[in-house]
């Protein structure tokens, strides 16, 4: 195997916001870049200038995005979310804050027993977020 990558596909009523959605976190996170996006031409099956593939990176971890306006019947679920283990309380509140505005919080950033502080969200777009505050981080206390 020479590698495996989340695709997150932009359907429905997000259809048109890759590009929206990978420049929105790739801004929230440090150590983030847009790798690369290609677009369709005017004579293709997509809306002209949507993506037809992106690929961008978040905190080294590589990711790929695109658009289809194609009548799907499924979209983003929950059941699959992105996991992201955060280094400070300052950084976890600042992202659920950040990707909660627009979106829909499923469980508030709070202490679940299982973690100190953890929230999952579904941001606007419609990709489902888990962030968690690292061990290390409750162990020193920050």
Known sequence: MKSIKTSLMFVGEQA???EEAIRFYTSLFPGSEIIDIQRYAADESEPEGSVRMARFSINGAEFMALDSHLDH??????????????????????????????GTELMPLDNYGFSQKFGWLKDRYGVSWQLNLSEATKMTGQ
Do not use: D, N
Request: hydrophobic share 35%.
């Open 73 to 102: 019947q499924f979209t983003f679920t929950p059941s699959m979310s992105l996991y992201v283990e955060c280094e400070s309380t300052s950084e976890i509140e600042q992202a659920c804050r950040t990707l909660a505005a627009g």
């Open 16 to 18: 048109g916001k890759a």
